[in-house]
């Protein structure tokens, strides 16, 4: 599949899309605390998208996943399934990855919560994986390559001595969730892909306290860290613009001065 090049009118379409998933994040904020289930959270992410926001949550039924968002608790990386028997404890640290679609395009965002008060690990592995989305963010403009985002984000990660998981990357996206190209997360064989103004992708950095190696479990869809230790992650949709790119997820609790962006 060829990557595809955003026309303006498909920008503005991705940039309501983008921010309806933003206002999803901003919303559950305060529901995530000590004595909530996920499945509860979910319920609620699930009601705003379709009652107050009348669009769609593009995870419910997306290949047999069977909730409205991805809520991910500690050692879980990804997908992980929202249950009503998933009681958050104190500080637990939850990732909630919420994609909408309105008028046929798609939002994908993810940040980190914690319950209560947060460990001293479990605030330092989230705050650097979020600087880790940042940083890749801050190099995006047209001409650089695709890998070189990567790079730069497992080598911000292993210097601080967490680790950067390997079988998950950002995506393409517009009318389909997932598009071409795989956007990396470490450094790899280059594919020699070099940024287009109009690509449209996600940048969504896993980040492990341990070793980077991963678990599928039993239900298909939720990915455990294989030693156990926990894992954050922050996601962000972006389009390279002519000269940077804009992110078409930000959300009010982030200012543009912290993420260097051109427009």
């Not at 509860?40 to 996943?65: K, M, P, S």
């Not at 395009?105 to 705050?127: K, N, Q, W, Y």
């Not at 990357?169 to 190209?181: K, V």
């Not at 962000?236 to 001065?257: A, F, K, P, Y």
Request: net charge negative; charged share 20%; with cysteine.
């Amino acid at each position: 599949m060829a990557i595809s090049i955003k026309l303006p009118e498909h920008i503005e379409k991705m940039r309501i899309a983008g921010h309806l998933a933003a206002q999803v994040l901003e919303m559950i904020g305060r529901y995530v605390k000590p004595g909530v289930t996920t499945g509860e959270l979910d319920q609620i992410c699930h009601d705003y998208i379709i009652y107050q926001q009348h669009a769609t949550a593009a995870c419910l039924g997306y290949r047999g996943f069977p909730k409205s968002v991805c809520i991910s608790v500690n050692d879980v990386i990804c997908h992980g399934i929202p249950s009503y028997d998933k009681f958050l404890k104190e500080g637990d640290i939850v990732n909630i990855d919420v994609t909408v679609i309105k008028d046929g395009f798609h939002g994908d965002t993810s940040r980190m919560f914690v319950a209560g008060d947060p460990t001293i690990l479990g605030e330092r592995l989230c705050r650097i994986t979020q600087e880790s989305l940042y940083l890749a963010i801050k190099m995006v403009k047209p001409g650089i390559s695709l890998n070189s985002l990567g790079e730069k984000i497992q080598q911000f990660v292993e210097n601080e001595g967490f680790s950067v998981v390997r079988e998950y990357c950002g995506h393409g996206i517009g009318e389909a969730f997932h598009e071409e190209p795989q956007v990396l997360h470490y450094g790899a064989e280059d594919t020699g892909i070099f940024l287009q103004s109009g690509m449209a992708f996600t940048i969504e950095p896993m980040v492990n306290a341990g070793n980077h190696h991963v678990r599928t479990m039993k239900d298909g869809w939720t990915v455990k860290t294989k030693d156990r230790s926990l894992s954050a992650q922050y996601e962000h949709t972006i389009v390279v613009t002519d000269n940077g790119c804009e992110i078409m997820t930000l959300r009010s609790d982030e200012t543009l001065s912290r993420i260097i962006v051109h427009g």
